[in-house]
């Protein structure tokens, strides 16, 4: 069996590999598969360990897991309001649990990207970390800094779509100056970006290749 | 704020001085309201400030300038005179039988007033014709007359509304005594007051002598010859014939001149005293060189003046200036019935003329209607006749002709024509001469007695006469004449059937417009006439001044070119082109779709090289089992984050030490990611961690179950003892962070279907908590998924107040995103594994000289440089090609 399930493997990433070909009716073959295993996976998955251990009743008396129960069956309440978006009459009834999810969703993301992500990477773009030696670091480090600040100050420039409202020429020259100065940082951000889904795409073929060749041994080896 | 008119400072409201130059302020009282926009202007402008409009009238007397003069004004505004019908033969449009018979009432008399107006002699009408008396009578006329006069015709005053001004006229002719004599020079209006300096000063003109008009020659000085025949020669009226004594005492009465004239027939030195105060009067406005014309005026002396009108001349509190004759049309003829003028035939009283129809067919005065006589036409003037105001013919009564023609001739200024309401009922028949009216019998009034109306230029009661309509106006005369109420009345109105031919100006300035008028009666805006259209059909046949269908749809005449109409040419382009786009065919057109390239064969055999080349490349290595240090020729690691990160695990993984991994990846990444989780559950392993796995992705809870029990299982792991699988963790950042308050949340259940409650217990027998946690690892190949940890653990750190360990094994795509959290003074990221590189660095540090990384990395370093190369031969190619021009 297992024999098999890996030769099955192998076929299937065979017909995802013949996409090298082209659009093929083999690629759409092992697409379909691919979507419905991951949906029918997903699907058990969010059944047997969210929607069913959340609805069964605890077998003990604590309070504490009492009262998670009982906020779950709420949840789970809310959750079936979402289900009667489809119904005339009632879909009004699935804006009270999207605007949990939406309140309590935006709430907790955006208190985290000010605390994890905003303040603590704005100052990182003032001091940013120089690695060893010291003496080079102490050397590199307010030419790091000054990197930084010019690579987010004009990279966000580059951002700036909104229409350009007539000014001082030297505020413009500047403005123009750096927003083609942001754009190579961000095109070399661009370039490191690729280069990373590069080497993972490289990384996953070679894991796919080494998965064939060791599902040949196996079928060799038998 | 008031402004010096002087020198323009600003004043204070109520300053009655400026306080610059000391000169008068304007104030309200004083204050000239614009006709147009009713802007308080100050008196000393002529125009408008606001809008502009003159204030002062170009032809307007100075004297008249005060707004005392609109009470005045108003006052000496007689209502419109009543309107006979004219007899259906005078009517240019023939009766409509069959129409009027479905006419109602008050149409039948709209159409019979309209007929009125349309006739020529419709403000005289025919003595033979009489117009039956009509149903509403003149109560303005019957307020004229004597308390003791029996009202005339049928009026009933009740049934009508009484304006103020008639309410004035009333109660002054209720006081006033029928045989009272008239008033003195005291009495005189504020208005005639301050007209008598100027016509001192204006009597000079002289005038030819064949022109002046009879009543000046009646009134001239006794040196004049008047060669005028006897009494009994002249043109008497026939009603003053009749109503003369049949002792054949004249019936008209004699002016002064005549009384001097010893040639006169003896019945003029009878003359009447206040024919005689007349001439006295008139010789201050008149000099005597005016006088040319023979006073032809027969003898009044055999006339009394009747009580009726010494009433009337107490009554008539505002008469107009004096109106000098203009003249008897035929001085030399006398008349041997004197004419009377048709203010005084309709001015008669009416038990003594019950049967003049104009009287009693008058209807009740309208404001509006006398506010709009324009429309009244002069009777039809005779040829060569010189047109005279109505109002300048009254006094000359008794010097007209009898004959109706030569009334009808002379044309009716508007101003006159309204202000002389009963001027219509003129050329009606007098009463027959036997029936003489008391107040021709009785005794001639003495000279002091003279009526004030006679001595004042009377206002309202004067009318067109024929005979004076062949005598000039006296200039004199014509500056005077305008300030009784409208100044452009004093252009003679040319002889013509029509009132626009013959000048009437329509005077229809509403009431309310009226009072509106500043002291100085502006100069109405000579408006062109409309032409009123006689409906000749329907039910509305007969009536003029009907709307016609035809001024609604009258096209626009094109003006000059402006810039409008450029805009409006702009938009004809416009709307032509979208004529054309509609115009142009629907059928749908097909669109030329640029066929894709077709591959040729060299495409193929290039794609398939490098498709080879990079197979070859990854799986020579594999398949040879090169390694990493035989490929980069150093054991060295490739990267110094792996193996801080081993450093750190090392570290804080003790024993039992609770050891929280999140497998956040799809299979799509397991090519990095499962091999770092390969490494770091060795390492778990051997530091004896236990390990509570879990994921944000469902996909991410079956990879890890895998491969923890690929690694563990084999290291002696038990699962729900030394490990856990919580599984998938729903609700992303949500879920992270309900990691904190919610940990029980995980149920007795774990994701291989384990019993987790020995396996949540930790030491001192806690239950799992991310304060009980030595390490997180987090294992993704999302960059979102990173984020949200960092971001969380960085709130729950607030929350707990204490540091937690994160590590984080990324894929190599998202690095460049990770980093920067990694890459600081105080990292949140602790420990970075990123991509095959680290987690063949961390193999390496485990000494697990075979693991799936080195084996992979090798494949994937000999595939990066064939991949580079590749790049770099495209490139080259495609630069060469360019500059050979063949990249084509």
Not at chain 2, 371 to 380: D, K, S, V
Request: one cysteine or more.
């Amino acid at each position: 069996v297992e024999v098999i399930l890996a030769a099955l493997g192998a076929v299937l990433t065979l017909l995802i590999f013949s996409y090298l070909l082209g659009d093929n009716p083999l690629f759409r073959l092992a697409l379909h598969v691919f979507v419905g295993v991951s949906v029918a996976y997903v699907f058990i998955v969010a059944l047997q360990v969210v929607i069913v251990p959340a609805l069964s009743p605890p077998d003990t008396s604590d309070a504490d897991v009492r009262l998670l129960w009982t906020i779950s069956l709420i949840g789970a309440l809310l959750g079936a309001l979402l289900l009667v978006r489809g119904v005339r009459g009632l879909s009004w009834l699935s804006n009270l649990p999207v605007a949990i999810l939406l309140g309590v969703g935006v709430g907790v993301a955006l208190g985290g990207a000010v605390l994890g992500t905003l303040v603590p990477q704005v100052d990182a773009a003032a001091y940013p970390a120089i690695p060893e030696p010291p003496v080079v670091a102490e050397i590199l480090r307010p030419i790091g800094q000054i990197v930084a600040i010019i690579g987010t100050v004009t990279g966000l420039l580059v951002f700036s779509f909104t229409l350009r409202r007539p000014s001082h020429r030297l505020i413009d020259r500047l403005l123009n100056s750096g927003t083609r100065l942001g754009r190579w940082f961000v095109l070399i951000g661009f370039g490191a970006v690729y280069g990373g889904v590069l080497v993972a795409s490289l990384a996953f073929f070679a894991d796919r290749v080494q998965y064939l060749i060791e599902v040949l041994e196996k079928i060799r080896g038998g | 704020m008031v402004h010096c008119p002087q020198c323009g400072a600003v004043n204070p409201d109520g300053t009655k001085l400026c306080s610059e130059c000391g000169s008068e302020l304007p104030t309200q009282s004083n204050m000239v309201r614009c006709p147009m926009c009713s802007h308080a202007n100050s008196p000393e402008r002529d125009t408008c400030e606001q809008c502009g409009a003159r204030l002062i009238p170009l032809v307007a007397p100075p004297t008249f300038q005060e707004p005392t003069d609109i009470v005045q004004d108003q006052a000496a505004s007689f209502p419109t005179p009543p309107r006979e019908a004219t007899p259906p033969t005078e009517s240019p449009i023939a009766p409509q039988d069959e129409i009027d018979q479905d006419v109602p009432d008050w149409l039948r008399r709209m159409r019979d007033s309209a007929r009125f107006e349309e006739s020529p002699a419709a403000g005289w009408p025919a003595e033979s014709e009489p117009e039956p008396p009509a149903e509403e009578d003149v109560d303005w006329l019957s307020r004229l007359e004597s308390p003791d006069t029996p009202p005339l015709g049928e009026p009933e005053p009740d049934q009508m509304e009484v304006p103020e001004w008639l309410g004035r006229m009333e109660s002054s002719s209720v006081e006033a005594e029928p045989v009272t004599p008239p008033p003195s020079e005291a009495e005189v209006p504020d208005w005639l007051a301050r007209l008598k300096p100027d016509e001192e000063e204006i009597t000079a003109p002289p005038s030819a002598e064949p022109q002046a008009p009879d009543w000046l020659a009646e009134t001239a000085p006794g040196d004049k010859e008047p060669t005028t025949p006897p009494l009994a020669e002249t043109d008497v009226p026939d009603w003053l014939a009749e109503l003369a004594p049949p002792a054949g005492v004249p019936a008209t009465p004699s002016s002064a001149g005549v009384e001097e004239e010893p040639t006169v027939s003896p019945a003029e030195t009878e003359v009447p005293d206040w024919l005689a105060e007349l001439t006295s009067a008139e010789r201050e406005l008149v000099a005597p060189d005016e006088v040319m014309g023979e006073p032809s005026a027969p003898p009044a002396a055999e006339t009394e003046i009747p009580d009726w009108l010494a009433e009337l001349t107490s009554a008539e509190q505002e008469p107009m200036a004096p109106s000098p004759d203009e003249g008897v049309e035929e001085p030399s003829a006398p008349p041997t019935e004197a004419e009377v003028p048709d203010w005084l035939t309709e001015l008669a009283p009416a038990d003594e003329q019950p049967s003049v129809p104009p009287l009693t067919e008058a209807k009740a005065p309208d404001r509006a209607a006398e506010l709009a006589p324009a429309e009244e036409e002069p009777a039809t003037p005779p040829p060569g006749e010189i047109e005279v105001p109505d109002w300048l013919a009254g006094p000359t009564s008794a010097t007209e002709e009898p004959g109706a023609p030569s009334l009808v001739a002379a044309e009716v200024p508007d101003w006159l024509a309204e202000l002389a309401p009963a001027d219509e009922e003129a050329a009606t028949p007098p009463p027959a001469g036997d029936e003489v009216p008391e107040w021709l019998t009785e005794p001639e009034p003495t000279e002091a007695e003279a009526p004030d109306w006679l001595v004042e230029p009377p206002h309202a009661e004067t009318e067109p006469t024929a005979s004076l309509a062949e005598a000039e106006l006296p200039d004199w005369l014509e500056e005077l004449a305008p300030a009784a109420e409208e100044p452009t009345a004093l252009q003679p109105a040319e002889a013509g059937p029509t009132p626009a031919e013959s000048g009437l100006v329509e005077a229809e300035i509403p009431a309310w417009l009226q009072a509106l008028r500043p002291g100085v009666t502006p100069v109405p805006v000579p408006e062109e006439e409309e032409k009123e259209v006689i409906e000749t059909s329907g039910l509305l046949a007969g009536i003029a001044g009907v709307v016609q269908p035809a001024s609604a749809v009258t096209p626009l005449s094109p003006g000059p070119t402006t810039p409008k109409q450029v805009g409006a040419e702009a938009a004809l382009a416009r709307a032509r082109l979208w004529q054309e786009l509609i115009a142009r065919s629907t059928q749908p057109v097909a669109l030329e779709i640029p066929r894709p390239q077709v591959k040729t064969t060299r495409d193929r055999v290039e794609r398939w090289l490098v498709y080879g080349l990079v197979l070859v490349a990854v799986l020579v290595p594999i398949l040879a089992g090169i390694d990493v240090s035989d490929v980069l020729g150093t054991d060295e690691p490739l990267t110094g984050e792996a193996s801080a990160a081993f450093d750190l695990v090392d570290e804080r993984v003790t024993p039992d030490a609770p050891v929280l991994m999140a497998f956040d990846y799809d299979p799509s990444f397991i090519g990095e990611l499962q091999v770092q989780a390969e490494a770091l559950l060795q390492q778990l392993a051997q530091n004896q961690g236990r390990i509570i796995a879990m994921s944000l992705t469902p996909e991410g809870a079956g990879l890890a179950q895998q491969v923890l029990e690929d690694v563990l299982d084999a290291r002696g792991y038990q699962a729900g003892i030394d490990y856990v699988n919580l599984g998938y963790l729903p609700g992303e950042a949500v879920g992270i962070r309900s990691l904190e308050f919610l940990p029980g949340q995980f149920q007795n259940q774990g994701f291989d279907g384990g019993d987790l409650k020995d396996a949540l217990i930790f030491e001192n027998n806690e239950g799992f908590a991310l304060s009980n946690v030595s390490l997180i690892v987090v294992l993704t190949g999302n960059a979102n998924n990173m984020r949200w940890w960092v971001e969380q653990i960085a709130a729950i750190e607030k929350d707990l107040g204490r540091d937690l360990v994160l590590v984080a094994g990324v894929s190599a795509a998202i690095e460049s995103l990770i980093r920067p959290y990694y890459d600081m003074e105080s990292p949140q990221i602790e420990g970075l594994i990123v991509g095959l590189y680290g987690a063949a660095d961390y193999e390496r540090k485990l000494n697990w000289q075979d693991g799936p990384a080195h084996i992979r990395l090798s494949g994937q370093l000999v595939g990066q440089v064939a991949v580079a190369a590749l790049i770099l031969l495209g490139m080259l190619i495609f630069g060469v090609s360019r500059i050979d021009g063949t990249s084509e």
